[in-house]
């Protein structure tokens, strides 16, 4: 098969199947991300075949080497740093550009985050939707997350840990606080699942966790979000009703619920607005 997408583990070096060995070991070129990655399992399993940096930043430059070689009939396996290649990793755009010519292609099971993440949660496995990464900016990640108010399908995103607290705090915004899991470091040492709403992953985000992460959040169910909305409101009117500060409102509403400052804040003023209160110690 001159071109094959192969699934390579995601942590634990044993979770590679006979057949990936055979394709690698068989292979012309072996075109991954990081040649220092690769070149760790290929070691372990004696392996010598040439590496080929084809990454993110590269891979339209990479393009025509590749495809020449296949054209040439060489056999050319692609392998991601850890996975499945091609989904939130290189290799579509080859896979693509192969199939568009009428080249051999094919692509091997093996290892993903995704599945073993998702019932790992134990949120309902099916249906459910996978996004990869939320998108980097922000105004197309809000847009991204209103469009998914109303699934109610399981929803699945990988994330980056130095980027969770912010997303998943804009998603609890959106979504009410939802159930959720975030299950980091699959097949490693140190592999965690942690079940709880989307409030309660961000206090342990926030106490740091590091790895590799999977979220999985629960979809949409009719009701769930206002009931959301309505718990953290009616904490807001026991607060004001006891002449609590604006500020202390404030502090005292955010750490128990998923909502942003500005809203609980916007949401005290107009209290004090109708009632005629004075500024509340903002």
Not at 211 to 239: I, S
Request: proline residues 7%; neutral net charge.
């Amino acid at each position: 098969m001159p071109l094959t997408l192969v699934p390579t583990p995601i942590g634990n070096l044993e979770d590679i199947t006979l057949r990936a060995l055979r394709v690698l070991r068989n292979a012309d070129l072996i075109a991954c991300e990081d040649t220092r990655t690769s070149s760790v399992l290929l070691r372990r399993y004696h392996i010598a075949a040439p590496l080929v940096p084809f990454h993110l930043h590269n891979e339209k430059e990479c393009l025509p080497r590749l495809m020449g070689a296949l054209r040439a009939g060489k056999s050319v396996a692609v392998v991601s740093d850890a996975g499945t290649p091609g989904v939130s990793d290189p290799g579509w755009i080859l896979l693509r550009s192969a199939l568009d010519e009428g080249l051999e292609a094919d692509v091997l099971p093996g290892p993903s985050a995704l599945l073993p993440a998702l019932l790992l949660s134990g949120l309902t496995p099916h249906p459910f939707l996978f996004l990869g990464f939320p998108p980097e900016k922000p105004g197309a990640r809000g847009e991204l997350f209103q469009s998914l108010r109303g699934v109610p399908w399981t929803l699945c995103f990988y994330i980056s840990p130095h980027k969770a607290v912010r997303q998943i705090a804009e998603m609890a915004e959106v979504w009410g606080d939802r159930r959720a899991a975030l299950v980091r470091e699959i097949s490693k040492v140190y592999q965690e699942s942690i079940r709880a709403p989307l409030s309660g992953l961000l206090s342990r985000l926030e106490q740091g966790l590091k790895g590799e992460m999977v979220l999985v959040v629960e979809g949409h169910v009719p009701g769930g979000e206002d009931g959301d909305k309505n718990a953290w409101k009616a904490e807001a009117d026991v607060l004001h009703a006891e002449g609590a500060t604006v500020r202390s409102a404030v502090e005292a509403i955010v750490a128990r619920h998923p909502v942003a400052k500005n809203a609980v804040k916007a949401y005290l003023l107009s209290l004090k607005s109708t009632n005629g209160d004075g500024d509340g110690g903002v």
